[in-house]
């Protein structure tokens, strides 16, 4: 098993950063690939980011592309999300999640963090 527990998450104006953090246990957490994804009230999860094992590979999602940036740390078992210019429908609650790279489905999810966005 592996447990995530996410940070940073609250409560930011439109314009604003937040750094969200994800800390990892229980795993070799150099061996997976991490991904956030959200989701806001009344709609379906989504996918914002993931980063490959060894940082060297990442991804967005069309909505953030350019505004977020997704790191690891491995010496700190530790993947954070970098929100920049955030708007009100970057509201949601905010999950990390794990998977070994041979698996098509994220394996292990965090209890996942709040993040507001004012107008």
């Known amino acids: 098993q592996m447990q995530l527990v996410e940070s940073g998450g609250g409560l930011v104006q439109a314009g604003g950063s937040l750094r969200l953090s994800c800390t990892a246990s229980g795993r070799t957490f150099s061996s997976y690939y991490m991904g956030w994804f959200r989701q806001a009230p009344g709609k379906e999860r989504e996918f914002v980011a993931s980063i490959s094992w060894s940082g060297g590979n990442t991804y967005y999602g069309d909505s953030v592309k350019g505004r977020f940036t997704v790191s690891r740390d491995n010496a700190k078992n530790t993947v954070y999300l970098q929100m920049n210019s955030l708007q009100p429908e970057d509201t949601a609650v905010y999950y990390c999640?794990?998977?070994?790279?041979?698996?098509?489905?994220?394996?292990?999810w965090g209890q996942g963090t709040q993040v507001t966005v004012s107008s």
């Open positions: 999640a794990a998977r070994r790279p041979s698996a098509n489905k994220y394996e292990y």
